[in-house]
């Protein structure tokens, strides 16, 4: 299985920025697509950026040209920068990767435990 390990949220006042980190970790044969997930209070968990092992990114209207993700393929982590923040920011933030445990069995998901990220106006 894979543990992923999220760090880096916090307060910060609007316009400012900050980094989320997340480390995987575990028994697994590779990891394919990490990407970075948000649920605010009262809504929906929705798709923040997403990056697959060749470094293609996709990221949600909402937060292109600001956030910007990226991964380190050897160490298994991916990092999201977040700048320009708004208000609207604000929610839980959660690391996701897709993994195979095999060569044969590319169907493991992991989601890591959340982190806060709350902008202030």
């Known amino acids: 299985q894979v543990q992923l390990v999220e760090s880096g949220g916090g307060l910060v006042q609007a316009g400012g920025s900050l980094r989320l980190s997340c480390a995987a970790a575990?028994?697994?044969?590779?990891?394919?697509?990490m990407g970075w997930y948000r649920q605010a209070p009262g809504k929906q968990r929705e798709m923040v950026a997403l990056?697959?092992?060749?470094?293609?990114?996709t990221y949600a209207d909402a937060v292109k040209d600001r956030f910007t993700i990226s991964r380190h393929n050897a160490r298994n982590t991916v990092d999201l920068l977040m700048n320009a923040l708004k208000p609207e920011d604000t929610a839980v933030y959660y690391c996701?990767?897709?993994?195979?445990?095999?060569?044969?069995?590319?169907?493991?998901?992991?989601w890591g435990q959340g982190t806060q990220v709350t902008v202030s106006s």
């Open positions: 996701n990767a897709n993994f195979a445990r095999s060569m044969w069995d590319t169907s493991g998901r992991a």
């Open positions: 575990g028994e697994f044969y590779n990891i394919g697509t």
């Open positions: 990056i697959n092992r060749g470094g293609s990114e």
